[in-house]
């Protein structure tokens, strides 16, 4: 079991989020961060930017898909778009959980006609590969199936962890449910 926990604020585009940065929990219980995201009357648009932290651990792979899916269909994002990002989700998700240590972090935000997913992990640095004994049919294809899909693939390692930045191109038309 598993429990939820939803902040919703809203920042300009160039803002940071601190109550993202800053939220705490306790261990093994995922939490959901996520800006409302409402245009201001006549003002710029804000920026939307949900944040999911959970364990490292394959079992949770597919609750970082359904937050993220349910996010992105509350933004209004079209159903072909929720697909793709729920596929990005899941390989890099699955990859973090491979090679992770602790917890990952699966972050997403809607920026200029993209939709960008993050997915941070507290792997050893280190490029991430299959195991030695793995299948080839069944392991190191993820990062490739995400390059397709992708605009955009950054690769960053830190002393502390891996993060991946993927940059979806929006192909629906926004604020529809596709």
């Known amino acids: 079991m598993y429990t939820t926990t ?7 585009l160039a803002g940071s989020s601190p109550r993202a940065r800053s939220a705490a929990r306790p261990l093994g219980v995922p939490h959901l961060t996520t800006p409302a995201g409402r245009p201001p009357q006549g003002g710029a648009a804000l920026a939307r930017e949900a944040v999911v932290a959970l364990p490292a651990e394959v079992r949770w792979v597919p609750v970082a898909r359904r937050c993220i899916v349910a996010v992105l269909a509350q933004w209004g994002v079209p159903a072909t778009d929720r697909e793709a990002a729920e ?12 090679h992770g240590h602790r917890d990952m972090t699966v972050r997403v935000s809607l920026h200029a ?16 590969r299959p195991a030695g004994d793995a299948d080839p049919d069944v392991h190191g294809r993820g990062l490739a199936i995400v ?9 960053r390692q830190g002393p502390l962890g891996r993060r991946v930045d993927v940059a979806l191109p929006l192909n629906g038309r926004f604020g529809s449910d596709g």
Do not use: F, K, M
């Open 147 to 155: 390059e397709l899909l992708a605009r955009r693939v950054l690769v």
């Open 6 to 12: 939803l902040n919703e604020t809203s920042r300009p």
């Open 113 to 128: 006609g993209d939709l960008w997913i993050s997915v941070t992990d507290s792997g050893a640095p280190g490029l991430p």
């Open 87 to 98: 596929l990005v989700v899941g390989e890099l998700a699955a990859n973090a959980a491979e």
